[in-house]
């Protein structure tokens, strides 16, 4: 009786420190309660990075409980740290809030979120691409393939954030392709002209960009003709000129 006492205690006061903190969410922040292992979580979601991290509140059954900040990502990805910045006085304020709907005292000793893998979200379904070097065979670009729903930058970012290890196990230059535009792929008469939004994540995250197969290959082609330290303008030159003059470009 008293467990279940607790639990419905528990309840009531995750849901009243959660309003509190949740009208008092900065510009761009989310948050929800959701289930975790031992107890529940606060999730943290900002606009422009992502899934920030999330306060587990841990319960040992006996009407207490331990709480502990976590932020996603892998602790090498610069990002994290980011995320972090951010998540740390958010899981700060929770706990006080927390704590004032327990009764107890608050210790503001704020524990500086560890990262945490999210291991629950593999990248291992996310369709890759590797582009190769047409006369070594080695790879010289990375595409990702973003699921259904990646639209806004805290989408991709939350993609980036799943494929860090998938990076720096091989360092190439990768883009995070999105979802085709809807209205391309119903009118669209060719698949190469379908537009969607593209993020270059490695070597270093760069701003969301609109392009296309047709569109994107000019950048793939660079980087396969600047590949085996060969000079690549005098390939392309002579390539457009016989293209715009097949007799000139014979001589
Ligand atoms: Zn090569």
Redesign the pocket.
Known sequence: MDEANSGAAWRRRGQRAAEKVGFALPAGITMKRGPASEGTAFYFRHQELGELGRARVIHDGRGHSRFVGEVAGDEADPQTAKRAELLAPLIERLHHVLDEAAGVAHVPAPPLPTPRTMTSESSGRLPIKLM???????P?ARLIFAPTGTHGRGEFEDVARMTFALCTEQPLPTWIVGPGNPVDILTAADPMEIRSMVMPIWPEHGALFESSPSQFNCTIRAL?DS??G?PPKAIVIRAFASAISPTRGER
């Open positions: 190769q070097c047409e006369r070594c065979g080695k010289v396969q590949h085996c060969q």
